[in-house]
C-alpha cells in the first residue's frame, strides 16, 4: 500500500463541452491549489451533483444503494484511491472494512467518488497523477461559482425519448421511462 498519498476533496463540476452528456468533476488538493478533471457521464454527475446539493432523491440511484447496503451489513467504506492515470482513464479502487477484514476493489472513479460522497470516506491520490493530470488555479475567482448540476429532463423529453423507444422495440425501457413520466406527472 502506497503511503504517500495526496488528500482530494470535490470541489464541483462542469459540463463538456467538447462531448455532449460528459462532465468533468473537478476534484482539489485539500489545502494546496492543484485541480484534477474528471470526465465522467451524465448518470454518475447526476448522482454526484445531487449529493453535492443535498438533494434527496424519490427514488435511491444505485450508490445510494449500495451505500446502504453496505452500511445495513456492517460494512464501511475506508477511502477512495485514485492510484493511476493511464491512456486517459483514471484507475481507482474503493477499500471496506467489516470491523475485522480490510478488502479493496477496482471501481470506475466516478462510482467510488459517487460512493464516497455518500459515507464521508476520504478520497486520496499519489503525488504522480496530482502532477501528471493536476492544474493549479491561476487566480481564484472573486465570488464561489455554484457547480453547475444536470437537469432532469422534462416531461414532453422523456415522452420523447419514451416514442423513440417503442419505434425501436426497446420495450422495457420504454416501460422504464413511463414509469418516471408518471411519477413526474403526479408530483
Known sequence: MNTNRVRLKVLGMSTGEITPGAYALILAEVNGPVRIPVVIA????RSIAARMEHIT????RIHDLF???AHAFGIAMVEMFIYKFEDGIFHSEITFTDGERRVSFDA???DAVAIAMRTGAPIYTTPEVLHECGFVMQEEPAEAVEPEV???PTVEELEKLRDEAVA???????????????QKKSQ
Open 42 to 45: 451524465e448518470a454518475e454527475a
Open 67 to 69: 451505500s446502504s447496503f
Open 57 to 60: 432523491l424519490p427514488r435511491p
Open 150 to 152: 444536470p437537469r432532469e
Open 108 to 110: 470506475r472513479t466516478s
Open 168 to 182: 425501436a422495440e426497446n420495450y422495457e425501457e420504454a416501460s422504464r421511462l413511463t414509469e418516471i413520466i408518471n
